[in-house]
């Protein structure tokens, strides 16, 4: 039992634990380890990319598995309940956020601030060249 255990979340152990030695790495040597940030946020990026993918498959692959019985009916109801259930809480937390911290802004005349130039390091261009950050980015213009 114990060993059925290990070897089902053994992949989730790993990335666990190299986030846990990432951090310490991070924490003891500071600024020398950054020459190796790019790796770290193209796992990352390659990660978030992945991750709408594969719940969509894993969803439509247990669906799809199901017999055709009551399951189907009971499972679609409550995905939906779920869903619209997230939604409205997403909503009325909005509202609340933007009640307490107002956003509006007084109108009137300011001075713009200049856009300048931000210089990239090599390590972050090449993380733009070959990943996104979330995955409705990989079909945008801008990353072709």
């Keep these: 039992m114990k060993n059925n255990i290990l070897k089902n979340y053994a992949g989730l152990l790993w990335l666990l634990a190299g ?17 190796i940030k790019p790796l770290g946020d193209i796992f990352l990026n390659l990660l978030f990319t992945a991750v709408i993918p594969l719940v969509f498959f894993a969803v439509s692959s247990a669906i799809a598995n199901i017999d055709r019985s009551k399951k189907l009916g009971k499972l679609l109801t409550v995905m939906v309940l779920v869903f619209l259930s997230t939604v409205l809480i ?3 937390l909005t509202l609340v956020a933007t009640w307490v911290f107002p956003i509006h802004q007084q109108l009137g005349t300011s001075v713009l ?24 980015e990989i079909g945008s213009r801008k990353n072709m």
């Design 19 to 35: 986030i846990t030695v990432g951090s310490i790495v991070g924490l003891v040597f500071g600024k020398s380890v950054e020459s």
């Design 90 to 92: 997403s909503a009325m």
């Design 113 to 136: 601030p200049t856009e300048t130039e931000k210089i990239q390091s090599v390590g972050e261009q090449m993380t733009q060249l070959l990943t996104v950050g979330e995955f409705y």
